[in-house]
C-alpha cells in the first residue's frame, strides 16, 4: 500500500524508508524482548505461535482505523503498526519453528511454503482492490486492503488452533499405547533379558542398557542466564566454534550459519542493492530509473522463493547429503554479481543482458531461499532433536539479518 499511502501522508516518498527503519528497530528488539516476555509470562511455544498470529490479525485492523490519522508531520499510527507487525512476524518464526518441529520436523517445509506465498496473497488483494475501485470506486482507501488481509490472517490462526488439537489428540494416543504397552511389559517374567547365540554359545543381553544408552544424547548446548541472554545473543554464542566439538555439532553450527547467509543474502543485499543495481544497468530503452525491470525483478524473485518453497514440501533432504558450503557458493557468485554492477556500469547501457542477469541472480537467491531454509531448519532438528536449538538458529538469522539491515541503512543515509 505504500503507492497509495506517500500520495497522501505527509511523509511522502519518504515513508517507505521510515517505515523500513521502524521494522529494522522492532526486528533489533525482537529476540531479547521475545526471551523476556517468555521469562515473566511462560506458555507453551503453541499458545505464543497463537499470540503472534493474533497480533498480526489486530496489527491489520488498527492500521485499517488509523492509517489515515497523522500528528506534526508524522504518521504515528502507520509506525506502531509496523513495529508491532515487524515484532510479531520473527516472534512467529521464533514460535511456530520450533514447535512444528517438536511434532513433526517434516511440517516445517509447508509452514514456510505457507509463508512466501503471503506475497501473492497481498498482490491478489491490490489486484481485486483495483478492480473493484474502477467498478464501484467506493473501494479506494488502504483500509479495505487491511480489513481484507485481517480476515485472511485469521485463517494462520484457525489453522494453529486446529494443529493444536490434532497434536492433543495424537499425545493422547501415543500416551494410551504407550501405557498399554507397559503393562504388557509388566506381564512377562523377565522382560530385559533375552538369549543371544554368539559363536555358538549363549549371551545374555540386557536390553535396558541399550534403552539407556541410546535415550542419553550428548547436549547440544545448555541455556544459562547470563548477560548474552538478556542481550539476546545467546544464539550467537550457541554457535561460535568451540574446542572438542564433535562431528554432528560441526554439522549443525555450519548449517545454521549457512542458514543465517542464506537470510542476509536474500533479505538484505537483494532487497536493499537491487532498486540501485537496476538503475545502473537499465539500458537506453528504460525510463530513467528502471523501474520497470525492477518490478519484474522483484516480482520473479517473490515467485522463485514461493516455488522453491513448494519444491521443498516435495523433497526430503538427509542431512547427510547437505553441501551447504556450495550453496553459499553460489550466493556468493550472485551477489558479486550484483556487487559488480553496482561498482563497474554506468548508465544507460546499450545491452539488456545485465538486467537479465539481475534478475536471473535475484531469483535464483530467492528461489535458494526458497526451498533451503526450510530444509536447513529441519536438519537442524533431526540432529539435534532439539526445538531449542531451532529456535536458536532462528535467533542467530535474525541478528544476522538486523545488522545487515543496520549497515545497509547507514550506507544508504550515508552515500549520496
Known sequence: QIARLDRSQPEGAALATYLGAVSALANSFVVPLYEKLRLWFGGTLAKWS???AWSQVFSCLLAAGTWHIHYKGCSIFLYLVMFISSFAGNGQQLALVPWLSTAESAAIAPAMAGGQSGVLFAAGLVAFQDTALKATGIFAGPSFFFVLLAMLLTLSCTAIRLARLQLKQQNAQQEEE??????HNKSIDNPLV?????????????????????????PVHDHKKSFSTTLGLEALITFLPKKNSNDKQVMIRLIAWSNAVLQLVSWVLVRSALPYAFRFARP??????????????VNASFLACFFGAIQATRIRIHFSKLRPWRINGILALASLYILSILAFASPP??????????????AAVRAIDGFYSPIYYRAIFDLSQ??????????????????????????????P
Open 50 to 52: 497463537t499470540g503472534v
Open 178 to 183: 504407550k501405557e498399554q504397552q507397559d503393562n
Open 194 to 218: 533375552s538369549i543371544n547365540i554368539v559363536d555358538g554359545e549363549e549371551e545374555k543381553v540386557d536390553h535396558s542398557t541399550y534403552n539407556q544408552s541410546e535415550s542419553k544424547t550428548e
Open 284 to 297: 537506453r530503452s528504460a525510463g530513467s530509473d528502471g523501474g520497470a525491470y525492477l518490478e519484474v525483478g
Open 349 to 362: 547501457l546499450h545491452s539488456q543482458l545485465p538486467v537479465f542477469g539481475l534478475i536471473a541472480a535475484a
Open 386 to 415: 532439539s526445538s531449542a536449538l531451532v529456535k536458536d538458529a532462528g535467533e542467530l538469522a535474525i541478528l544476522v539479518v538486523m545488522l545487515g539491515v543496520w549497515i545497509a541503512l547507514i550506507i544508504v543515509i550515508v552515500l
